[in-house]
């Protein structure tokens, strides 16, 4: 018994299962099930494959390098520095530009006292002023001396420092207000690893000149990497000028979206600009951008000066992101995939709709789910089994009550096919009444 109940389920699972449908005339419903269906055959075709490539191999780890080289000269005379003419040399400070600036003057290193208005600086005795401890606001270390005019009066802390101190003024105009009209030349080298694929944003061509004579231009010269700098601030929403006064930074960002089904030429950069240094709100102290700059030297005598300058230069920051991609099997199968379990999610849908929504729910309900009953199936399968038993019974009894008026071998050949297991009761009781008559 064992033996057969595991030959059965072994055999079974050679068995192929289908399933059942019910064909619902439900022109509401079929209609819906149908815009489903469009539905989501857009969404697949339309987003999916067309606007998404979802039938592409993609890759965002870009491997990128950039170097710049700014151009141009200024010319200024000014009070504090008198005539200078600028140069990239002057003003290029990697990675930033200084374009305004206020000359602190010459200053040499010696011994001085603090300002009285330091209040770090203020002392009674030596003691007050700790040897080897910066002063707070200050401008030096102290040396651990406190002078004072009188023995009995408040005096300052000597500091070892860089005399005289810079001026806390801010220039109101730009020094290098033609600085807009400088160019900087941005090269950008970029490689997919992935699709073993590398490109540019220079113009690939043979003319030498091409670079001396262009300027970057959205239509008519988008493969020229020569920016003006006016034009940079600009196309990120703001004035060279009022900029130049304060400093700043400015995002260039370079984006290069390449379909490699399209082939070499189809991928280009595309450039956008933005300002880095705006706060929520305005005329705020996290705008601008400045720094200090020293320039040392020493006189005959072997004294070390230096010229500092604080600097108010704009910053620019070139950010380079991209996306490749092209056709491969894997994505375009997976993709197919899910297009079809969205196919059967709207099937689902609409049995909902069909079972629990419309008027005549429950006897849709009735015509898909048959309710199976153990113990009554049960029942019913031994009262079939009692009644073939009667049947036969019933025409046994007819074969030999007859027996006398029939040939042996016949009657013997009659019961022979009657008692055949492969005879239904019916077809037991119609043979026996053909020999009967």
């Not at 003419?85 to 603090?114: K, N």
């Not at 707070?136 to 101190?165: D, F, M, Q």
């Not at 005329?283 to 604080?310: E, H």
């Not at 027996?403 to 043979?431: G, Q, R, W």
């Amino acid at each position: 018994m064992a033996a057969s109940g595991w030959k059965g389920f072994f055999l079974s699972a050679f068995d192929y299962k289908t399933e059942k449908y019910v064909i619902a005339n439900n022109k509401k419903v079929g209609v819906l099930y149908r815009l489903v269906q469009l539905a989501i055959i857009g969404y697949i075709i339309g987003w999916v494959f067309f606007t998404k490539k979802g039938y592409q191999e993609t890759e965002e780890s870009i491997e990128s390098s950039v170097m710049t080289k700014l151009k141009g000269v200024s010319f200024t005379n000014t009070s504090d520095m008198g005539i200078h003419l600028w140069g990239p040399e002057d003003y290029v400070i990697p990675p930033q530009v200084c374009v305004d600036g206020l000359h602190v003057g010459i200053t040499r290193f010696f011994m001085a006292s603090i300002s009285i208005k330091v209040p770090d600086g203020r002392c009674r005795q030596n003691t007050d002023c700790p040897e080897g401890e910066t002063v707070l606001a200050g401008h030096g270390i102290k040396s651990g001396r406190c002078l004072k005019k009188h023995w009995n009066s408040t005096g300052t802390c000597e500091i070892y420092g860089w005399c005289p101190v810079e001026r806390g003024s801010q220039p109101e105009v730009p020094l290098l207000g033609r600085a807009e009209n400088f160019t900087v030349y941005i090269k950008n080298f970029i490689r997919f690893p992935r699709f073993e694929f590398s490109k540019s944003n220079v113009l690939n061509t043979t003319d030498d000149q091409y670079l001396k004579k262009c300027l970057y231009d959205r239509t008519q010269h988008p493969y020229c990497p020569i920016f003006r700098l006016g034009d940079l601030v600009s196309w990120a929403g703001h004035s060279f000028q009022n900029m130049a006064v304060a400093g700043g930074s400015i995002g260039v960002i370079i984006e290069w979206n390449c379909d490699l089904d399209k082939g070499y030429d189809s991928c280009h950069p595309h450039y956008s600009f933005t300002r880095l240094d705006m706060s929520s709100t305005a005329n705020s102290v996290t705008s601008g951008y400045n720094f200090r700059n020293a320039r040392y030297y020493k006189n005959s005598a072997g004294q070390t000066y230096r010229s500092l300058l604080k600097v108010y230069g704009i910053r620019f920051d070139i950010l380079v992101h991209g996306k490749a991609g092209k056709f491969n099997i894997i994505p375009t199968l997976i993709n197919i995939g899910s297009g079809l379990a969205l196919m059967g999610a709207g099937a689902f849908f609409c049995d909902l709709v069909l079972l629990y929504l419309m008027k005549k729910s429950t006897f849709y309900r009735e015509k898909k789910f048959e309710p199976a009953n153990i113990k009554q199936e049960a029942s019913l399968w031994h009262s079939v089994t009692n009644q073939e038993n009667r049947l036969s019974s019933s025409a046994a009894s007819l074969v030999m009550l007859h027996s006398s008026s029939c040939h042996y071998a016949d009657t013997t050949e009659t019961v022979k096919i009657f008692t055949n297991p492969h005879f239904s009761p019916f077809m037991t009781i119609f043979l026996t009444t053909i020999f009967m008559l």
